[in-house]
């Protein structure tokens, strides 16, 4: 049974207040709250537990990397790898794709090659290509989503031609909540022998994954969003893939041996985590995930689902309301614009004064916005934590902006 009440209890923060108001958490797209679990994990690893990884023989050595090595078997758990030897650990999903671009495809894409992205693509999985196109004359293929912000998995396959190298799709697009088909995609691709980068930021949170299931060769997880540290995250690289990369940075942990005139690699996973890591944000990291499946991913998904419903209909009874993006499985995720014109940052300024954090901008999608014919959205974003009754609270916040901006 999902517990409401007592996953709120979980989140010390959510107590707290903002500007003298009950503090409504909405951007969670953003970044979400830690559980108590979390803060004291880290507490504990800290204060009773801290030493390197990977180098001592010591005890506390020994203990601190069983607990960072351990990490990785609840990822594989969290995401349905079997194999879990195919998960490097890392800081987020910005630092997975661009070793994926400098590893996997840097060394493998002449100029004319190709790259398929989406529109909907967060800048983390748009600007490590561009650094191709600039450097190596790789060409970027463009994909649309509809005016719902659907994408059809058949248009990025059709997108694939005699020179594409890979398809790099998000899972869930941070503004407009879309759930892409991304197992279709992928079945698509390796039809054509193109390998497939998922972007799993904002889809791991909302929503049980199953990777081997997708079959896709990457996909992507950033910690800070999934209720643990931030400075974690994960890549999953598909065997034949880890085969082909080359290394990413070079440094201590991720060599077998050095000399004067030649180095030689560790084996994968290692070979492509160099030098410390962050130890304590990837334990605190597993806290997190565990706390997730003990609430369960598909109550989550139930309880986001029953939430999503309930603030696009109220959203949608606005008539002086935009709501960008309308898919129907969307995550509940909200880009907001008012018709009357009133500017992101000013709705989020009133809003704020009502204690409901939400994030204005264009939210690190500036192809998509463009593409919506939108300049910036407030966006409220939900989370495990929320409720219908902050709903409520939006919505008064949002009535006053419309009051004051028209
Ligand atoms: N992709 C998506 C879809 C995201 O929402 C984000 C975070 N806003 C990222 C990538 C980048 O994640 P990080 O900054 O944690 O590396």
């Known amino acids: 049974m999902f517990d409401i ?3 709120r209890a979980d989140f ?3 107590s707290r207040e903002v500007n003298g108001k009950p503090l409504v958490y909405l951007d969670n797209g953003a970044s979400a709250q830690k559980p108590q679990v979390v803060i004291d994990a880290i507490t504990q ?4 537990e801290y030493s390197n990884v990977h180098r001592g023989l010591h005890y506390l050595s020994n203990l601190a990397t069983d607990k960072y090595e351990s990490v990785r078997g609840t990822i594989a758990k969290f995401l349905h790898i ?3 030897d195919q998960i490097i650990l890392n800081s987020g999903t910005t630092e997975g794709i661009n070793m994926v671009a400098y590893s996997w495809a840097m060394p493998r894409m002449q100029a004319g090659d190709e790259i398929v992205l989406s529109i909907m693509e967060h800048h983390a999985n748009i600007v490590p290509w561009h650094f191709l196109r600039e450097r190596q004359g790789v060409v970027i293929k463009w994909v649309d989503c509809d005016a719902n912000g659907d994408l059809d998995p058949q248009a990025v396959i059709d997108a694939i031609g005699p020179k594409t190298k890979l398809v790099a799709v998000t899972h869930v697009s941070n503004v407009l909540g879309t759930v892409v088909d991304v197992k279709a995609i992928t079945e698509g691709a390796h039809a054509k022998g193109v390998p497939v980068l998922v972007d799993g930021s904002q889809a791991a949170v909302h929503m049980p994954v199953d990777v081997d299931d997708i079959g896709c060769d ?5 910690g800070h969003k999934l209720y643990g540290p931030s400075g974690s995250g994960a890549i999953f690289v598909r065997k034949e893939r ?4 080359r290394p990413f940075m070079g440094g201590g942990d991720m060599i077998r041996e050095v000399t004067r005139d030649e180095v030689t690699w560790n084996d994968p996973p290692m070979k492509f985590e160099a030098g410390t890591p962050g130890i304590v944000q990837t334990i605190g990291l597993g806290v997190a995930l565990d706390y997730m499946m003990g609430l369960g991913m598909e109550n989550i998904a139930a309880h986001e689902r029953t939430l999503r419903d309930y603030a696009r209909d109220r959203l949608n009874g606005l008539n002086w309301v935009n709501v960008q993006g309308q898919s129907a499985t969307k995550a509940a995720i909200f880009s907001l614009t008012l018709t009357g014109g009133a500017h992101a940052h000013d709705i989020s300024t009133v809003l704020d004064k009502k204690g409901v954090a939400v994030r204005a901008g264009t939210h690190c999608a500036m192809p998509l916005m463009e593409h919506m014919g939108v300049g910036a959205t407030c966006r409220a974003s939900f989370g495990v934590y929320n409720t219908k009754a902050e ?3 939006l919505i008064d916040a949002l009535e006053l902006c419309h009051e004051l901006f028209g």
């Open 5 to 7: 009440d007592a996953v």
């Open 12 to 14: 010390p923060i959510l």
């Open 45 to 48: 690893a800290y204060s009773q």
């Open 82 to 84: 079997a194999d879990e």
């Open 218 to 222: 990457f996909y992507a997880i950033t």
């Open 242 to 245: 880890l085969a082909e990369m």
């Open 391 to 393: 709903v409520d609270v």
